[in-house]
């Protein structure tokens, strides 16, 4: 007996899954979801951001290499990443790499896509002190692990976390007043691909609601445009315990609603 449901698909089937990293962070903020979707038959791919190639130590050694990295350089690079794929990926993202993710759907790329705590598109007005930080590890746990204690989070930010560009950062604080801003996404863009929006409820560095006021400036496109949110979870949600289900959801939910 077959059944319908993704797992069951032959591989050949199953779409590639693309997964854009945050600020502060490397691919490594994604092994767990990486090989979970490896294990159920996709071929994942986590590719770092220009410059930030490589371990955390060998990226906190060099940070000269990005230190000018700005929101339209990472989007093209994952632009051409993903042209270069065989079909239409899922596209997933975190953080800054849900900015990234929104703005790739809205070249026309990606069968479907899933924007986790997205840092904010033009359009959304609220600026979250906490991505001004940077980043020393009491800030890491303000931002990031703020359910933990701050012994249990040091752990956790030696093992991931880097210094990030900070011209992304000015980038999206003050796209609302900057012509064409490079966080701009069409409000009329009905063909662009399916897309989840996941809001974390305890996330200080992207609160619940600048994902909700992305997702009604998404909406607004008319395309398929999804909200959930996790009361519990923090910005740390890709890693935090009970990962695997919001991983086992946002999947579940790319596969069912791509564009074939």
Not at 56 to 65: G, H, I, L, Q, S
Not at 158 to 179: C, I, K, S, Y
Not at 220 to 241: I, N, S
Request: aromatic content about 8%; proline content about 7%.
């Amino acid at each position: 007996m077959t059944t319908d449901t993704p797992d069951a698909a032959p591989a050949a089937q199953k779409p590639a899954i693309v997964l854009v990293h945050g600020l502060w962070l490397t691919p490594l903020s994604w092994e767990g979801w990486k090989q979970r979707f490896e294990s159920k038959g996709h071929t994942v791919l986590a590719p770092a951001w220009p410059g930030l190639e490589g371990t955390v130590a060998e990226v906190r050694r060099n940070t000269a290499r990005y230190e000018r990295l700005g929101i339209k350089e990472i989007t093209d690079h994952y632009d051409g990443i993903i042209r270069g794929l065989g079909a239409p990926p899922v596209i997933m993202g975190h953080s800054f790499g849900g900015l990234i993710t929104q703005l790739l759907l809205d070249r026309g790329l990606g069968a479907s896509a899933v924007a986790i705590s997205p840092a904010q598109i033009k359009g959304v007005y609220i600026v979250p002190p906490a991505q001004a930080k940077v980043l020393t590890p009491a800030e890491f746990h303000y931002g990031f692990t703020n359910t933990l204690t701050l012994k249990e989070s040091k752990p956790i930010y030696d093992r991931l976390a880097v210094p990030g560009p900070g011209r992304l950062l000015f980038q999206a604080a003050f796209a609302n007043l900057t012509p064409h801003a490079v966080t701009t996404v069409s409000r009329h863009h009905s063909s662009r691909a399916p897309l989840l929006f996941l809001a974390n409820g305890k996330d200080h560095t992207v609160p619940a609601a600048v994902t909700r006021a992305a997702c009604k400036i998404q909406k607004k496109t008319g395309a398929l445009t999804e909200l959930t949110e996790y009361p519990g979870r923090t910005h740390y949600t890709f890693a935090q315990d009970g990962w695997e289900e919001v991983a086992d959801y946002s999947l579940d939910w790319a596969v069912r609603n791509a564009r074939t």
